[in-house]
């Protein structure tokens, strides 16, 4: 059971570059979220999903968009790369709407835009 | 607007004492609350959480309380281990369940 998977694990963007990190889930989980988390500070939640076809605004989406076509995908679009966006990118998923719930995170993507 | 609190960014104990890591939100709407340990290099995993119709939730070493009134959660760990060392996250959710919201993380070091 592989759980959350990302893909790159690292990659380095030139500022105004474009590119996709993937993320997908084996678990059937209809909640899916990416997260950011920069030097010192906690997890910002940058967009969520809680089903295929639905995904919603978290505390920091400027600059990102977000598909979910499948439920086991979840990819994360950054246009126009900036400095700004260096940062270590979460992917996670949960059940979701219940007690009880949690989150599982994937391992995440190290992102340098120089 | 940091809705969750770690004021405390790192923290070091002594192996077998008993770790006390601090957690604060200012929104009372929040009702449920989890712990993350993270690793370096890898994403956090879940530890234990708490709802808001408790006030304590306990699994072998680790207990989370809660206080309601104050806004406060703690997680104690005993007796603490040198694997313990590692950043630890509290998280909080409102009753619908689609938005975690992260504190910026207290990191443990256990000394053998």
């Known amino acids: 059971n592989a759980g959350v998977t990302q893909t790159p694990k690292f990659r380095i963007l030139k500022i105004g570059q474009s590119m996709t990190l993937q993320c997908a889930q084996d678990?059937?989980?209809?909640?899916m979220y990416w997260y950011r988390q920069d030097p010192g500070m906690g997890l910002k939640l940058i967009y969520y999903?809680?089903?295929?076809?639905?995904?919603d605004k978290g505390e920091v989406p400027n600059g990102y968009n977000v598909s979910r076509s499948t439920t086991e995908d979840f990819p994360l679009r950054l246009e126009l790369a900036a400095p700004s966006q260096t940062s270590v990118y979460f992917c996670?998923?949960?059940?979701?709407?219940?007690?009880?719930?949690?989150?599982?995170f994937g391992e995440g993507s190290w992102l340098t835009v120089v | 607007d940091q809705q969750v609190k770690q004021n405390s960014p790192s923290l070091s104990v002594q192996e077998g004492r008993i770790s006390i890591l601090n957690c604060d939100y200012t929104?009372?709407?929040?009702?449920?609350f989890l712990w993350y340990k993270k690793y370096p290099a890898e994403g956090p995993t879940f530890l234990i959480s708490?709802?808001?119709?408790?006030d304590k939730n306990e699994d072998g070493r680790f207990t989370v309380f809660l206080n309601k009134s104050a806004k406060h959660l703690s997680l104690h760990i005993v007796p603490s281990q040198p694997g313990d060392s590692a950043v630890y996250f509290c998280?909080?959710?409102?009753?619908?369940?689609?938005?975690?919201?992260f504190g910026s993380g207290t990191k443990l070091n256990v000394k053998p």
């Open positions: 678990m059937n989980h209809n909640y």
């Open positions: 708490i709802s808001s119709i408790k």
């Open positions: 929104n009372s709407m929040f009702d449920y």
């Open positions: 998280a909080a959710s409102k009753n619908n369940f689609n938005k975690f919201y």
């Open positions: 999903s809680v089903g295929a076809g639905i995904t």
């Open positions: 996670a998923s949960s059940y979701g709407g219940s007690t009880g719930n949690t989150i599982y």
